[in-house]
């Protein structure tokens, strides 16, 4: 079973970057599919983006393409999310999600474990 820790999240204006992290432990993380979820308050829960066990294949939400990308370094047992041109509505709780056994995804209920989330709030 994986753990998954988020961090980078924060206070940026309108226009600005983060890159936001998800470390995991406690599994053969090189095996799982990662993706990235959001939830402001009162939304559902919104997929973000998705890459594969490699690295070789990525997905993004329409409200993201262009402006985020996702990677990972299975040496360090982590997946990154750079986000660039931050809008006010990207403010949100980001989660990390991992699916095992080289699987992925679009949708929530793809992934079986979930970090605790970390905030972005994008002023404007």
């Known amino acids: 079973q994986v753990q998954l820790v988020e961090s980078g999240g924060g206070l940026v204006q309108a226009g600005g970057s983060l890159r936001l992290s998800c470390a995991a432990s406690?599994?053969?993380?090189?095996?799982?599919?990662t993706g990235w979820f959001r939830q402001a308050p009162g939304k559902e829960r919104e997929f973000v983006a998705t890459?594969?066990?490699?690295?070789?294949?990525?997905y993004y939400g329409d409200s993201v393409k262009g402006r985020f990308t996702i990677s990972r370094d299975n040496a360090k047992n982590t997946v990154y999310l750079q986000m660039n041109s931050l809008k006010p509505e990207d403010t949100a709780v980001y989660y990390c999600?991992?699916?095992?056994?080289?699987?992925?995804?679009?949708?929530?209920?793809?992934?079986?474990?979930w970090g605790q989330g970390t905030q972005v709030t994008v002023s404007s």
């Open positions: 999600a991992a699916v095992p056994h080289r699987g992925w995804g679009t949708r929530a209920g793809d992934y079986a474990y």
């Open positions: 406690g599994g053969t993380f090189s095996s799982y599919g």
């Open positions: 890459i594969n066990w490699s690295g070789s294949s990525t």
